[in-house]
């Protein structure tokens, strides 16, 4: 009682969710419990942070199955018992931390910004409506929650006991109903490497349609700058995915960062908050791309950017 | 073969969101209700399956403000069935519960393969996808960018973050959340839509679902501003040419 589980990915922000569980464990009376499932014999990089690191080792979890993983993590909530679950809001957190909530039946909260323990129960800030509002919410423990990854940057790693243990293997990893088929590689685009960009034109939903792109277009050769979008214009079609910043786009860090109708969803910042100078065109005050920004003004994108070509363009 | 979507709603992108009174929830009234984003994504998938493979789609909604208007725009876009579920009134964050709706609806239904999106807006406690697929103990995958059905199995790529892609494959019946659809939601007419709205017959089905929360939502409000930018002021042209001059001052400039 009084542990937090950390399920841990090789990719994932692993360091600083174990350091965010540290206060929480000491809070609640337990340890930090790192989950690492995999097909044995793993690297323990990162996981310093933890006082226990359980291994479950499995063939079947050798590439990343969420049926496989499920299970896996399942297992060690209820071997476990421990007062709070963690995960990160990746891939594996969308596929697992729900289901692994109600497979053990406890309460779940998503997309969070802030926890803390008090009282037998978990106070979070979750971030709702692409980030436009915060829902601070009570939630009775044992729990799991999923956090954002964009509030996992700033926690430094605290150095844990280290102990190894075992969990076994549950059954349903014998017969999954879910097989590993291959790796695919992202779609590329000659001559666009956002990733490599010093400056970075960014187009979100604002933008209205493909027939306005090139606008944005326009004003990104003015700048020497290369042309990138938020989901919602990739999801649309109006630019090809090779373009896309975000979680599940590219992770940049240019010298500019000039956004025109980009709101500012927790899943875009995830990309592009380490942008050194970030402009933000938008006609709504309240969008969040202002709280990130480091200039910003409500103003219609169009004028602005036809302007803005003129004026460094000329 | 029989695909069900699962479709919820969410506040138009494009509305502005204002706390009500009671500031545990958003002010519904200044809000027009349209299908998420990604269930919109996650119909559209079905859609192209059907046309690949000649499946049925049954479009599944939860009773509320604006979701017959979302079905039978379902229907015109190629769902073959629309499907009101009634559970009652639904907190409209208790995704757990609307999810809980969601699995008995398609325990009745029986279908093959389940299809919804990513994430709705709101669902701090819990995705759609996970939660059906658990409660029916069936094989699931989020965060899929697309779909086919190979041997009575689907095959499902599912991306990681950076765009890493892996193909799975998944023995039916099984539960997929979609982020992208393989091709962007195509385009409906108000000539179709209007006619669509005549042609469709919504079958309607209830479920008895129990909520015992053990979450609340204590207080929804604006984030707090740990920084803010620097807001520039005047028209069009006065605002370009303070990005100029401050692109030119950090040195942001080619050349």
């Known amino acids: 009682?009084?542990?937090?589980?950390?399920?841990?990915?090789?990719?994932?922000?692993?360091?600083?969710?174990?350091?965010?569980?540290?206060?929480?464990?000491?809070?609640?009376?337990?340890?930090?419990?790192?989950?690492?499932?995999?097909?044995?014999?793993?690297?323990?990089?990162?996981?310093?942070?933890?006082?226990?690191?359980?291994?479950?080792?499995?063939?079947?979890?050798?590439?990343?199955?969420?049926?496989?993983?499920?299970?896996?993590?399942?297992?060690?909530?209820?071997?476990?018992?421990?007062?709070?679950?963690?995960?990160?809001?990746?891939?594996?957190?969308?596929?697992?931390?729900?289901?692994?909530a109600e497979l053990a039946d406890l309460p779940f909260v998503g997309y969070c910004q802030q926890v803390s323990l008090e009282g037998g129960q978990a106070q979070t800030a979750s971030g709702i409506y692409g980030g436009q509002l915060v829902a601070n919410a009570r939630t009775q423990l044992p729990a799991v929650c999923a956090?954002?990854?964009?509030?996992?940057?700033?926690?430094?790693?605290?150095?844990?006991?280290?102990?190894?243990?075992?969990?076994?293997?549950?059954?349903?990893?014998?017969?999954?109903?879910?097989?590993?088929?291959?790796?695919?590689?992202?779609?590329?685009?000659?001559?666009?490497?956002?990733?490599?960009?010093?400056?970075?034109?960014?187009?979100?939903?604002?933008?209205?349609?493909?027939?306005?792109?090139?606008?944005a277009q326009d004003l990104a050769e003015a700048l020497d700058a290369a042309l990138a979008a938020s989901r919602p214009v990739i999801d649309s079609g109006w630019l090809p995915k090779v373009h896309q910043v975000g979680k599940s786009g590219a992770h940049v860090k240019p010298k500019l960062y000039l956004t025109l109708g980009v709101s500012g969803a927790p899943e875009h910042i995830e990309g592009m908050q380490g942008a050194e100078l970030i402009v933000a065109i938008n006609t709504d005050p309240g969008a969040a791309i202002f709280n990130i920004a480091h200039y910003g003004a409500v103003a219609d994108l169009f004028d602005v950017a036809d302007e803005m070509t003129q004026l460094v363009g000329g | 073969m029989n695909i069900a979507v699962a479709l919820r709603l969410?506040?138009?992108?494009?509305?502005?969101?204002?706390?009500?009174?009671?500031?545990?929830?958003?002010?519904?009234?200044?809000?027009?209700?349209?299908?998420?984003?990604?269930?919109?994504?996650?119909?559209?998938?079905?859609?192209?399956?059907?046309?690949?493979?000649?499946?049925?789609?049954?479009?599944?909604?939860?009773?509320?403000?604006?979701?017959?208007?979302?079905?039978?725009?379902?229907?015109?876009?190629?769902?073959?069935?629309?499907?009101?579920?009634?559970?009652?009134?639904?907190?409209?964050?208790d995704s757990r519960t609307a999810a809980s709706a969601f699995a008995q609806a398609?325990?009745?239904?029986?279908?093959?393969?389940?299809?919804?999106?990513?994430?709705?807006?709101?669902?701090?406690?819990g995705q759609t996808a996970p939660l059906v697929a658990a409660e029916l103990g069936w094989p699931q995958a989020n965060v899929v960018v697309g779909v086919e059905v190979v041997d009575g199995s689907t095959h499902v790529k599912q991306e990681y973050a950076g765009g890493k892609l892996a193909v799975l494959a998944l023995e039916l019946p099984a539960v997929v959340g979609v982020q992208s659809a393989s091709s962007p939601p195509r385009y409906v007419s108000m000539a179709r839509l209007r006619q669509a709205t005549s042609e469709a017959?919504?079958?309607?089905?209830?479920?008895?679902?129990?909520?015992?929360?053990?979450?609340?939502?204590?207080?929804?409000?604006?984030?707090?501003?740990?920084?803010?930018?620097?807001?520039?002021?005047?028209?069009?042209?006065?605002?370009?040419?303070?990005?100029?001059?401050?692109?030119r001052e950090q040195g942001a400039l080619v050349g």
């Open chain 1, 1 to 100: 009682m009084g542990d937090v589980l950390v399920y841990t990915e090789p990719t994932g922000n692993t360091e600083s969710l174990l350091a965010l569980a540290r206060p929480l464990a000491q809070a609640a009376g337990g340890e930090v419990i790192a989950l690492r499932a995999g097909a044995g014999a793993g690297e323990s990089d990162g996981l310093a942070g933890a006082d226990v690191v359980l291994e479950v080792s499995h063939p079947s979890l050798s590439s990343y199955l969420p049926e496989a993983h499920q299970a896996a993590l399942t297992a060690a909530i209820k071997a476990r018992q421990p007062d709070l679950v963690l995960l990160e809001n990746t891939t594996a957190g969308y596929d697992l931390a729900a289901a692994c």
């Open chain 1, 147 to 215: 956090i954002n990854s964009t509030a996992l940057h700033d926690h430094a790693p605290a150095a844990g006991r280290g102990e190894h243990a075992e969990l076994t293997p549950p059954d349903e990893l014998e017969h999954l109903r879910t097989k590993f088929v291959e790796e695919i590689a992202p779609p590329e685009e000659a001559g666009v490497d956002l990733a490599k960009a010093e400056r970075i034109v960014c187009v979100g939903r604002g933008i209205g349609g493909a027939e306005n792109i090139p606008v």
């Open chain 2, 10 to 93: 969410m506040p138009n992108p494009g509305d502005e969101l204002e706390v009500d009174p009671d500031g545990t929830d958003i002010d519904r009234d200044l809000v027009e209700m349209m299908v998420n984003d990604w269930d919109d994504q996650a119909l559209e998938e079905a859609v192209l399956v059907k046309e690949a493979t000649g499946a049925t789609v049954t479009a599944v909604g939860l009773r509320g403000d604006g979701v017959e208007q979302a079905l039978r725009t379902a229907f015109a876009r190629g769902a073959d069935r629309i499907v009101l579920v009634d559970a009652g009134e639904l907190n409209p964050y």
């Open chain 2, 106 to 125: 398609f325990r009745q239904l029986t279908p093959d393969l389940i299809l919804t999106g990513v994430q709705t807006p709101t669902d701090l406690f």
């Open chain 2, 201 to 247: 017959s919504m079958e309607t089905l209830s479920v008895d679902v129990s909520s015992s929360p053990r979450s609340e939502i204590v207080s929804i409000a604006r984030p707090e501003k740990a920084a803010h930018a620097k807001m520039l002021e005047g028209d069009a042209a006065e605002v370009a040419s303070q990005i100029a001059a401050v692109l």
